[in-house]
């Protein structure tokens, strides 16, 4: 899904600086964008920063390059459109099909599909003016984002605010891999289980047996299904991310407060994924005082014990007919081999296998994995974002509850 053409549509808002971070995320993920601002935009952002930061020409009216024919082409060729900030009055040029600068030329030429990130004043959001063109653009086939509530600018707070940009990258993701139907909400009505991160097995107070989970897939795996209209209960291990949009999430330090948690999640669920790094071991004893090294002294041998395997329990012991259970596997080594093995073991339905490596699994934004299902189904999942990995996982989850 690289390299696609992507239209970044830039109105008059003060938002406009923040779509600048927007603009990176795409070239960082490889797009070619193409920025097109209104004349009101470049009050708050200017021609040369848009230029700079997308390394393509900048205009905004259709009297430049004319022999290119801009007001044509650029429509044509993208990809995607998103246009973000969009103001009240974009929607309604938008809505009403005007075309009296490069931008609303765009929109009428641009037959891919077609993001609004509004942002405005909660007055202006809420005029019925505002809400017809927003429900006009959706009849057409518009993806249009709910404005965040938050403080706008100024004093004031409301809804209208513009939705962080990584959401918005996010969201463009979806629809330029899986089209603009995004927003079709395939796990509505079900609940899904969430583990993240890594668990840490407490030696004294201030020392933990762990592991270099991030909880990035995990976290991913969790907003991805609630996106796509999933009740979501996320227990993290040990994470610093933020918590994903409507998510409820359920933070544990330890494998044994992970299986707890998960075990009373899991009761009213429809799957569980288990992407956390749960220790298989944690120290037989915890020293209340801090453990003091003696010169001339062995060092203290750490004895373990084993912990519960709560993949392998929630598998055995399904709390609700027809519950799909998904284990991972990183492994280093004989990856598909092992991977089988290890799902028969754990007799969950699905296992995803990565290969640790370098830029991929561990701490790192990307992922490639083979999916492995107890029919014998085998899909392989190539390296990309690990929301894409999210949402291919659900695709085989959804179909495993219809
Ligand atoms: N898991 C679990 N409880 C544990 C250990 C692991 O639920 N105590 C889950 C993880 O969340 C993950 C899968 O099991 O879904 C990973 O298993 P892993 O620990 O990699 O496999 P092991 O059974 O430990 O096998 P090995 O150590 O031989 O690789």
């Not at 993208?78 to 609303?104: R, W």
């Not at 993001?115 to 809420?126: D, N, Q, S």
């Not at 097995?201 to 795996?221: H, M, W």
């Not at 291990?237 to 330890?254: K, Y």
Request: net charge negative; hydrophobic share 45%.
């Amino acid at each position: 899904m690289s390299g696609k053409n992507v239209v970044l549509g830039v109105s008059g808002g003060i938002a406009a600086y923040k779509a600048c971070e927007l603009l990176r995320r795409f070239t960082e993920s490889g797009h070619s964008v193409r920025v097109v601002p209104t004349e009101s935009a470049l009050h708050f952002v200017g021609a040369a920063t848009w230029s700079a930061l997308s390394g393509q020409p900048v205009s905004t009216e259709v009297w430049e390059s004319v022999h290119e024919v801009p007001h044509v082409r650029i429509g044509q060729q993208a990809d995607l459109v998103v246009v973000a900030p969009a103001t009240a009055d974009m929607l309604a040029k938008a809505a009403h099909g005007l075309a009296d600068d490069l931008l609303t030329n765009t929109l009428l030429t641009a037959r891919c599909p077609v993001v609004f990130a509004p942002a405005m004043h909660t007055e202006m959001w809420e005029h019925p003016a505002t809400q017809e063109n927003v429900a006009t653009l959706r009849r057409r086939g518009a993806v249009v984002i709910e404005p965040a509530v938050g403080r706008l600018t100024g004093v004031d707070t409301g809804k209208g605010r513009f939705p962080e940009p990584e959401a918005i990258f996010e969201l463009c993701r979806r629809v330029l891999d899986r089209g603009p139907d995004v927003t079709a909400t395939d796990l509505a009505g079900r609940h899904v289980v969430v583990s993240a991160g890594g668990t840490r097995e407490p030696l004294d107070p201030v020392r933990f047996l762990g592991n270099i989970s991030s909880g990035r897939q995990g976290y991913a795996i969790a907003a991805v299904a609630a996106a796509r209209g999933a009740k979501v209960t996320l227990v993290a291990a040990n994470t610093e991310l933020p918590d994903p949009a409507g998510v409820d999430v359920v933070r544990v330090g330890t494998a044994l407060e992970l299986r707890q948690a998960v075990l009373t999640a899991t009761a009213t669920a429809d799957a569980v994924v288990m992407a956390a790094a749960v220790a298989d071991f944690r120290p037989a004893t915890f020293a209340t005082q801090k453990i003091k090294k003696v010169d001339g002294v062995e060092p203290p041998a750490v004895e373990l014990v084993r912990n519960p395997d709560v993949l392998a329990e929630i598998s055995a012991e399904r709390q609700r007919p027809g519950q799909i259970v998904v284990g991972f596997a990183a492994e280093t080594n004989d990856a598909l081999v092992n991977g089988r093995a290890k799902l028969a073991r754990k007799k969950c339905d699905l296992l995803v296998v990565n290969e640790v490596g370098e830029d991929r699994a561990f701490g790192s934004a990307n992922n490639e994995a083979v999916v492995l299902g107890a029919d014998g189904s085998e899909t392989p999942v190539p390296y990309g974002p690990k929301a894409a990995l999210a949402d291919l996982l659900w695709d085989l989850v959804a179909a495993r509850l219809a």
